[in-house]
């Protein structure tokens, strides 16, 4: 799961930033994995991946040490209480989450670190920031959702096996 997390922040940082360099905005990809992860694994899981997610955009691109891995566990978090009411062929309610869960995060980031700033535009940026950011990241989810289900499937089988062998008699 670190792997996905690592190799998952290096397209957000490096693929979609030059992909979408015109709209000057890119879809917030560590946003759906950790809604997805929450979602399939419940709270602790999600809040795990949001926050290595949230540490790692920090570290690189933050200027405040955490804020994004707070973001990220919150949304982890409350991700995960829909865990029991999950259904895995029905990609509606994964799209509604990470629709509203990249509205929370955008209208946070603008809260926090361009209102205390002193720029008080925020019906600009949420008409050029959040709602492309909120199309590009329902888009992308649909496409790599079914990816994440794939992987999460294949990780909980590998689990469900080593955790069997070790209680085998031998």
């Keep these: 799961m670190i792997l996905l997390i690592f190799f998952c922040f290096l397209l957000q940082s490096t693929l979609f930033q030059n ?3 015109a709209a000057e905005i890119a879809p917030n990809f ?3 994995l950790t809604v997805s ?3 399939m694994r419940g709270k602790r899981e999600g809040m795990f991946v949001g926050f290595l997610g949230g540490i790692l955009s920090d570290l690189f691109f933050g200027s405040a040490l955490g804020f994004t891995a707070l973001l990220y566990v919150i949304i982890g978090y409350c991700c995960g209480f829909c865990y029991r009411i999950f259904y895995d062929d029905d990609v509606k309610m994964p799209v509604i989450l990470i629709a509203v869960s990249d509205i929370g995060y ?8 361009f209102l205390l700033r002193g720029r008080l535009g925020f019906l600009t940026y949420i008409y050029r920031i959040i709602i492309p950011e909120i199309v590009y990241t329902v888009f ?3 496409i790599v959702y079914r990816i994440f289900y794939w992987i999460n499937y294949h990780l909980m089988d590998t689990v ?11």
């Design 19 to 21: 992909i979408f360099a």
């Design 37 to 39: 992860f929450g979602l």
């Design 106 to 113: 955008g209208i946070a980031m603008y809260a926090f670190q």
């Design 160 to 170: 469900r096996k080593e955790s069997e062998s070790i209680w085998e008699l031998k």
């Design 30 to 32: 560590m946003g759906i």
């Design 140 to 142: 992308l989810t649909i």
